[in-house]
């Protein structure tokens, strides 16, 4: 892996030429804004149109404002996008390796007007990144809303990410009136969002997923209401730490060690005795929605999914 020292020394004569080209051209611009983000504030000029996404949630939103990256990273499975997102994306946009490790040099050569990347994998290369171009970079991951205000922000695409937004609320509320006239005196619903690793599994307190299902009403457990992201269980032992009315369960089932260790795990005496397990609750969900996209489109299907698993009709609004 390249040290970010090592990255800035390699490509530097690119970044010489691209802060030239910019400052030739700042006399030009029609308007500047200031975006206020993670790491400060950034100056834009006009309205970007040569953007770099380096983050799943990034590209997503940028797909949602219709916007057409020249540069985005290649996705965690589905390679090298996800299915929901080709159609968005032009023909020609070059893939920069994984979010964790982006093709930097490729970037400088791109000459974007404008980066998105994310707080808890670009910290250390978030000053070369600034030279190379506008660089924003959202507080979480995971908080797709204030993403999209980020990108909407940043590309004077503000309009259209309200609108996006006020879709999505109206959505939540229609969600919330129906399921709990569905479920009556069940409702709320204790949830649990689990996911299956090679060697573990993952009990997810916060997060994509979990953040969309407690806006819906859902509820988590109390034993599950803790801070941080969540927690790896290592040991089979643990299993009754999920125990929720309904479990969601999402995995890279293409990788024969995680179904090895699902199938284990689920065949424990104490999987077998959770209350989602023994009354089949137990719900295996697509992990591209409900953990990799991390934007507005991948919350929406997410969405479509919880209406379609409880019997719901979506109201005539969410068709709009």
């Not at 020292?5 to 051209?25: F, R, T």
């Not at 929901?84 to 920069?96: A, F, K």
């Not at 991948?298 to 719901?312: F, I, S």
Request: aromatic share 10%; with cysteine.
């Amino acid at each position: 892996m390249m040290r970010p020292m090592q990255v800035l020394q390699k490509v530097s004569g690119c970044l010489a030429v691209l802060v030239l080209l910019a400052l030739a051209g700042s006399s030009q611009a029609e308007t500047v804004r200031t975006v206020e983000h993670a790491f400060g504030e950034t100056r834009i000029e006009d309205r970007p149109q040569r953007l770099v996404t380096l983050y799943q949630g990034a590209t997503d939103t940028a797909v949602a404002l219709g916007l057409e990256p020249v540069g985005v990273v290649e996705s965690w499975v589905e390679k090298p996008m996800y299915r929901y997102l080709r159609g968005g994306l032009p023909e020609d946009v070059r893939y920069l390796g994984l979010e964790t490790q982006p093709d930097l040099e490729t970037v400088a050569w791109l000459a974007p007007d404008l980066i998105v990347g994310a707080r808890y994998r670009h910290d250390a290369v978030y000053p070369l990144l600034s030279r190379i171009a506008p660089t924003v970079v959202p507080d979480t991951a995971y908080d797709f809303k204030a993403m999209l205000r980020l990108m909407g922000e940043a590309t004077g695409r503000e309009r259209r990410a309200q609108a996006l937004l006020d879709d999505w609320e109206a959505r939540v509320a229609d969600f919330r009136r129906r399921i709990a006239a569905a479920l009556g005196e069940a409702w709320p619903q204790e949830v649990a969002v689990v996911s299956f690793r090679s060697d573990h599994a993952r009990l997810y307190y916060d997060g994509f997923a979990r953040s969309i299902l407690d806006e819906l009403g859902f509820q988590s457990p109390d034993a599950q209401q803790q801070s941080g992201w969540g927690i790896k269980l290592t040991s089979r032992e643990s299993i009754s730490a999920m125990d929720a009315d309904a479990i969601f369960v999402f995995m890279r089932d293409s990788d024969p060690a995680v179904a090895e260790t699902y199938r284990q795990w689920t065949q424990h005496p104490l999987w077998q005795n959770l209350k989602a397990a023994r009354q089949g609750r137990v719900y295996r969900v697509d992990p591209v929605i409900w953990s990799m996209g991390g934007g507005i489109l991948a919350a929406n299907r997410l969405l479509d999914a919880l209406y379609a698993h409880y019997g719901l009709e979506p109201g005539r609004e969410t068709q709009e």
